[in-house]
């Protein structure tokens, strides 16, 4: 009985020591395993969009505050799904050195800042060498088609000024049978870009272009300009402009009673010269996004946009960053915080946006669909895809 007793005692202390030996092991893979997850926390912080655009200004009603609503329902939406993004605002008043000066605190004093969105042309004209100096994305939803040229960290999104142009210059040819145009433009970088879309298409369809005239965006009027093109008598006039400047331009065309066509690019269906001036847009044909009000995503988006901004009328032009954050989003699900990465996949890949499917060219440019747009009775009525 002692014998059994004593063999006993050796078996027990032997299964406390195993006992004690998974206890320790145990409490190591613990703590092993919580810092991994607290490393793995870290590394996985969102990746930040910070939106650099005008919310004051004159460019704020048209461009900088739709762009902005946009962009916030996109990474709401994005976020909602599981993808691991997330929004910085900044106002950049529309002014270049303002814009590089926030763009290099952020980059300064934010953590995982990847992503800058910029809406204008000559703000992301002066942002790009930023984005590849300090190896961030810059996504610009400007007109300029230059602006992805820049360098391999530039993308854009937006309708080409070379679009917009084919299908003015198509239909005055094919439909209206001009022969005769002048340009009325901003004298700007998304101004200039567009000017030498439009010359370069008109004259490829053999419609003489008798007349050009830059204007100031903040010129009280045009009568100086009016006046030499009103002289040249052309059958159509296209006018390039955004903003106080596009106002300017149709209101001083109206004032001269000009009887030709007019064509303008899809700033003329935009505040403030679509809300506070409306019946000057009467009878224009104006270029603009497809955004078909039949699809279930529009409809989404332009009812969440009412549920948070109390906006009735929704522009197309608000859905450009909304289209931004679904494809950076799925970017960045497929690398991370990445940009080496990110820069490859957008290069190669194709994404499903609000605004159609788009594919980067080898630029970096995506551009969605475009329409053409006759206001006629205050509505718009598409003429030509």
């Known amino acids: 009985m002692g014998k059994y007793l004593k063999t006993m005692s050796k078996t027990t202390k032997t ?29 996985t912080s969102p990746v930040k969009i910070a939106y650099i655009g005008p919310l004051t200004g004159s460019f704020a009603a048209a461009i900088g505050l739709p762009h902005q609503r946009g962009l916030i329902l996109g990474v709401q939406k994005m976020k909602d799904q599981g993808f691991n993004i997330d929004i ?15 763009a290099n605190q952020l980059l300064g004093t934010e953590k995982n800042v990847k992503v800058i969105v910029s809406p204008l042309s000559g703000v ?15 996504f610009s939803t400007g007109a300029n088609p230059e602006i992805p040229k820049a360098n391999e960290n530039t993308f854009r999104f937006f309708i080409d000024a070379n679009q917009e142009a084919k299908l003015m210059a198509k239909y005055a040819s094919e439909t209206l049978k001009i022969h005769s145009i002048a340009i009325l433009y901003q004298n700007d970088d998304f101004g200039l ?3 030498n879309a439009f010359r370069n298409e008109f004259s490829q369809r053999g419609i003489q272009i008798l007349h050009e005239e830059a204007y100031d965006s903040a ?44 064509f303008s690019d899809l700033n003329a269906l935009y505040p403030p010269l679509s809300t506070d001036l409306i019946n000057l847009v009467e009878g224009m ?28 009328r929704v522009y197309p032009n608000s859905a450009l960053e909304y289209g931004v954050a679904q494809i950076i989003a799925q970017t960045v699900k497929q690398c991370g915080d990445d940009v080496e990465c990110m820069k490859q996949t957008m290069s190669s890949s194709t994404y499903d946006t609000i605004l159609g499917k788009v594919r980067f060219d080898e630029y970096g440019n995506a551009i969605p669909p475009a329409v053409l747009k006759h206001v006629e009775n205050g509505k718009e009525v598409i003429v030509l895809e």
Request: hydrophobic share 45%.
């Open 124 to 138: 992301s004209l002066t942002l790009a060498s930023l984005a590849q100096e300090k190896n961030i994305i810059l």
């Open 219 to 262: 010129a009280p009027d045009l009568r100086t300009q009016m006046t030499k093109i009103i002289a040249q008598k052309p059958e159509a006039l296209v006018i390039s402009g955004a903003g106080a400047g596009i106002v300017t331009a149709v209101k001083t065309v109206r004032e001269f009673g000009f009887q030709g066509i007019v």
């Open 15 to 43: 299964i406390l020591w195993v006992i004690a030996a998974i206890i320790v092991i145990g409490l190591v893979w613990y703590a092993v395993s919580k810092k991994s997850e607290t490393v793995t926390k870290e590394e």
């Open 88 to 102: 910085i605002s900044e106002d950049d008043q529309g002014d270049k050195t303002v814009a590089l000066s926030i």
């Open 285 to 312: 044909y104006v270029t603009d996004f497809k955004f078909d009000l039949n699809d279930p995503q529009v409809k989404a988006y332009v009812d969440e946009y009412y549920r948070q901004f109390g906006e009735q």
């Open 193 to 195: 870009s567009e000017r």
